[in-house]
Structures are given as C-alpha cells and as structure tokens.
C-alpha cells in the first residue's frame, strides 16, 4: 500500500502561482507513475500532469501545458506541481495519484484545494 499526503494549496490571484507537493510513503517501490488530477466544482475529475519515476517522463493536459510542470524528487519521494499564470478556471481540489504500472494510478491522496480569484 502507498499513502500520499498533498500540500500546498490555497487562495491565489489569477496570474500568480502555487506549487503542490506530494509525499508517498509506504510501499513506493512499486510505484512507476505519479501524477495530478483535479475536479473542478460541478465537473469530473481530469488528468492534470504525469510523470515516471525511472526516466522522468512528463506529459500534460493541453489546457495546462506551458504553465503547470510536474517534477519529482527521489530521494524524498516526493512530487510537485508548479503552477504559474493561474487562471480562475484552474480553481479546483487537486489530488495526487500513483501507479504501479505506466497505464493505472491506483493511489490516491486526499486532495489540496487551490482557488484562483479573478
């Protein structure tokens, strides 16, 4: 089992930043891929940001590529989220998630709440 603990989230102005942190602990070695997804108020969840453990891998969702950048450090387990030029749409709870193959997350934190004001 792998537990994941998000921080980082809160209150910020359209076109400031926030970064997200994620802490795995537990069984981590069978982790390959982390990533992020958040669900905005009234929609579903969506695919945010990924990233493979062994070769550093990263892919994004297109309405955040350029802004957002998934990174990860070893040594601590850990995973961040950089968000810069946040937009109001971008308000949501964002939950990290882990996988132990390429193509499955089967952990998933308990979500950190990032809001945006116009």
């Known amino acids: 089992q792998v537990q994941l603990v998000e921080s980082g989230g809160g209150l910020v102005q359209a076109g400031g930043s926030l970064r997200l942190s994620c802490a795995a602990s537990?069984?981590?070695?069978?982790?390959?891929?982390m990533g992020w997804f958040r669900r905005a108020p009234g929609k579903r969840r969506e695919f945010v940001a990924g990233i493979t453990w062994s070769d550093g891998r990263t892919n994004y969702a297109d309405s955040v590529k350029g802004r957002f950048t998934i990174s990860e450090d070893n040594a601590k387990n850990t995973v961040y989220l950089q968000m810069n030029s946040l937009k109001p749409e971008d308000t949501a709870d964002y939950f990290c998630?882990?996988?132990?193959?390429?193509?499955?997350?089967?952990?998933w934190g308990q979500g950190t709440r990032v809001t945006v004001s116009s």
């Open positions: 537990g069984r981590t070695v069978s982790c390959v891929r």
């Open positions: 998630t882990a996988g132990d193959s390429y193509y499955t997350y089967d952990y």
